[in-house]
């Protein structure tokens, strides 16, 4: 795994806190009348973008990510620069993790997110923690012991 792009995300997702602008449904989406997705997710205003976990890593990283164009069903999709790879396996790509652990860490629907509210940023900081210090065992304790 790569530790400091995971300290980064982490970091990231603690700057969001707070500002409803987390959710775990959409890749990126922006407010009409805002800028692109990386000046709306700097910006102190209500004109703030919402992404999930893998959406906040292409914003922090724009040149390892591109940012495609908004589609209505899935907000705006992300691929690997370099890759092409396309969501979770471009957000595999980055954190050197394997396509299983990023389906589970940025997934919704999947085990770990399944008794969570997918706006909940501070359950995705805790998450993502555990899964950095001790992998997805411990990822799986801590959404257990959450969801009790």
């Known amino acids: 795994m790569n530790k400091p792009r995971m300290n980064r995300l982490i970091k990231a997702l603690k700057s969001q806190a ?5 959710n775990m449904n959409k890749w990126i989406t922006i407010p009409d009348g805002c800028q692109s997705p990386i000046e709306a997710f700097k910006s102190k205003g209500d ?6 976990i893998a959406g906040t ?23 690997a620069r370099e890759s092409g790879f396309v969501g979770e396996a471009a957000f595999a790509e980055w954190l050197d993790i394997s396509l299983s652990s990023a389906n589970q860490l940025t997934l919704p629907h999947e085990e770990l997110w399944e008794v969570q509210a997918p706006d909940d940023v501070n359950f995705a900081i805790k998450l993502l ?11 799986r304790q801590f ?5 009790r």
Request: charged letters at 25%.
């Open 18 to 22: 707070g500002r409803n602008m987390f």
């Open 47 to 52: 004109c703030g973008t919402t992404a999930c």
């Open 57 to 79: 890593a292409a914003i922090i990283d724009p040149e390892f990510f591109i940012i495609g164009e908004y589609d209505d069903f899935e907000g705006i999709e992300i691929y």
């Open 129 to 139: 923690t555990a899964y950095r210090d001790g992998g997805m065992k411990k990822a």
């Open 143 to 147: 959404a257990k012991q959450a969801s």
